[in-house]
Every structure is written in structure tokens, then in C-alpha cells.
């Protein structure tokens, strides 16, 4: 599976912006899907993610009630949309794909099998 992450950009503080995740090679079906971010100087971590198939989402807290995971069947994409993004936002979103995985680990780096090649996400004050 290929991933391709886009939608990355500047925005100020209180805007939105929306990233899409698309699958080359097959279908999400199966697979969960999740986003993660690295601020410059911090280790990667869990943003959000779907379960493709149950539909299930998962979020940390930090972005619960402002940012929403779904995914696009007609396209084969998952889409980030990020409302009231604040300057601590800022990093680069990784989307990740893996098969099979439990709810138990569906937050950790380690469960993906599949990495995108990440989009930058900035934040101004």
C-alpha cells in the first residue's frame, strides 16, 4: 500500500484546513488508518484513527472536539478535518495504514505497516 498525504498549509490561529490520505495499490478495507504528527524536536504522536471497515474513531485527547477523522469510500481516503487549530498544531502529519490492528494499540507508531511521506501543518499566533 502507497500512501499520499496532502493538504498541508498555513493557517492562523482559529482556521481550518483539511488533510486527505489516498491509497494506491488497494483498498483501505481491512485497515485502520491514522494520523500522526512530529513538532520539531518531539518524538511522532498519535493524532486520530479509523478503523475503515467498523468505522470506529479513536482521538487524543488534545484534539478531541476539534478535529474530525472519516473516510471517503467513492475515493479511498481518509480525511482529517482540522477546525480551531492552535500554534501548538504545528508539526508534520504523517498518515499510516495497518492491517488488522487491535483497539488496544491503535495508538501506537508500532501497529502501522504503511507510512505516507508526510504534509506540514503551520500554525500562526
Known amino acids: 500500500v502507497q500512501l499520499q498525504a496532502s493538504g498541508g498549509g498555513l493557517v492562523q490561529a482559529g482556521g481550518s484546513l483539511r488533510l486527505s490520505c489516498a491509497a494506491s495499490?488497494?483498498?483501505?478495507?481491512?485497515?485502520?488508518v491514522g494520523w500522526f504528527r512530529q513538532a520539531p524536536g518531539k518524538e511522532r504522536e498519535f493524532v486520530a484513527a479509523i478503523r475503515w471497515s467498523a468505522r470506529t474513531t479513536f482521538y487524543t485527547d488534545s484534539v478531541k472536539g476539534r478535529f474530525t477523522i472519516s473516510r471517503d469510500n467513492a475515493e479511498n481516503t481518509v480525511v482529517l478535518q482540522m477546525n480551531s487549530l492552535k500554534p501548538e498544531d504545528t508539526a508534520v502529519y504523517y498518515c499510516a495504514a495497518g492491517l488488522r490492528i487491535i483497539v488496544s494499540t491503535i495508538r501506537l507508531r508500532s501497529s502501522y505497516d504503511y507510512w505516507g511521506q508526510g504534509t506540514l501543518v503551520t500554525v500562526s499566533s
Open positions: 495499490g488497494r483498498t483501505f478495507s481491512g485497515y485502520a
